[in-house]
């Protein structure tokens, strides 16, 4: 599996679509939105290292470790945020 794109377009494709309702708050919105932010951040992070297993190339293993660590960097950071 090629995995291609940024952070951004994993947070489109399979971030939890944040559903709106007139009464809710912006705390609320914006705790679904970081919600939605973690859970593809570990969606892609996922799929970086299932990519990492699988392939052979080592120039490739090393541009996914690359992309695994701040992947990983970022979800710490964001959990230490939050």
Do not use: S
């Amino acid at each position: 599996m090629a995995l291609g794109g940024t952070t951004a377009e994993y947070d489109r494709k399979f971030a939890t679509p944040v559903v709106t309702h007139i009464n809710q708050t912006d705390e609320e919105k914006v705790a679904l939105e970081y919600n939605a932010h973690v859970e593809a951040l570990e969606t892609y992070a996922m799929d970086l290292q299932e990519c990492l297993e699988h392939t052979t190339d080592e120039k490739y293993k090393w541009l996914l470790a690359v992309k695994l660590d701040r992947t990983n960097q970022r979800l710490e950071q964001l959990r230490t945020e939050g």
